[in-house]
């Protein structure tokens, strides 16, 4: 997305602490494709797991808070979001949104950055395709497949970016991108953080780090930044400072961007994220200003 070069490493497999994410339940790993690199099977396995999600775990979550979850402050979240992938507060400018920000992911399109050189464009598209058979991006499920962890745009270009842009213009493409978005980066993000003993500007902490870095086990995605964090300070679930835990969360957040490239901005933590940490907003109360990029932005 329009990130001032940052980069998104998105949809790779995730399973901690018995909280892991379906990637694709009923798209390529369990339709018509079969898992064949490491990351698929990895992949496979989440799902697995999910499917066999702890009980335990489920009352804890049905006994807390909303939290992000909240409706306001789930829109409050896609307005954070958007003032770092779009440089705007209106998210939904973004549904049709398509580029190559050569950052090696290949096309980055839509509102949370899905990316033809990962899998979760690939996973969008076929989820949606499977609903609407006739769409115009359905032709093109070859060549995302072909394309798949690469930056390459063969069997793609000329039409697919005007193919993306004309398909976001419908209703039931803008909904699926919500259906993904959630299903892969923000439901898994703040059930984990609640589980973690967050509150809900932790749970947007995790969100915001899912989308950027992406939901992989790496040390630079997101679950391997917890493991992380967690090797440095208890979580508050363990009887840790909700406070510290995120500091160093942040911490090494930033660590992480800087290795990937040293001259990246870094106000997205910086200058809103840890500002509203080191104000004692943990509940990410409104009204908020915070600073992006050097923009100024407020939500009253």
């Not at 009923?26 to 999910?50: D, E, Y």
């Not at 909240?70 to 400018?93: D, F, G, I, Y």
């Not at 930044?225 to 400072?241: I, T």
Request: hydrophobic share 35%; charged share 25%.
């Amino acid at each position: 997305m329009k990130r001032a070069g940052f980069l998104l490493f998105a949809a790779l497999p995730a399973v901690v602490t018995g909280v892991v994410y379906v990637l694709s339940p009923a798209g390529s790993l369990s339709g018509s494709r079969t898992p064949t690199t490491a990351a698929q099977k990895a992949r496979q396995s989440a799902k697995s797991r999910a499917e066999h999600e702890s009980a335990e775990d489920a009352e804890v979550i049905a006994d807390l808070p909303a939290g992000l979850a909240a409706p306001a402050k789930k829109e409050l979240a896609q307005e954070l979001v958007a003032s770092a992938e779009n440089s705007t507060l209106n998210w939904r400018s973004a549904y049709g949104y398509i580029e190559d920000i050569d950052d090696g992911q290949g096309y980055t399109a839509g509102t949370v950055g899905f990316c033809t050189g990962t899998h979760d464009l690939l996973a969008l598209v076929e989820r949606y395709t499977e609903d609407h058979p006739d769409n115009g991006l359905a032709d093109y499920l070859p060549a995302l497949r072909e394309v798949e962890g690469t930056d390459s745009h063969e069997g793609l270009d000329p039409g697919f970016t005007a193919a993306w842009k004309a398909e976001a213009e419908l209703p039931a493409f803008r909904k699926a991108q919500d259906e993904e978005r959630d299903r892969v980066y923000f439901d898994p993000a703040v059930r984990l953080a609640k589980l973690d003993g967050l509150g809900t500007l932790g749970q947007f902490v995790y969100y915001d780090a899912m989308v950027q870095h992406g939901p992989g086990t790496g040390p630079n995605s997101f679950y391997g930044l917890r493991e992380r964090a967690m090797d440095e300070a208890d979580l508050p679930s363990q009887g840790g400072s909700e406070k510290n835990y995120l500091d160093v969360f942040l911490d090494i957040r930033v660590e992480a961007m800087r290795s990937e490239r040293p001259d990246i901005d870094t106000t997205r933590v910086d200058t809103a994220q840890r500002q509203f940490l080191y104000d004692g907003n943990l509940a990410l109360k409104t009204p908020l200003t915070w600073k992006v990029y050097g923009e100024t932005y407020k939500v009253p």
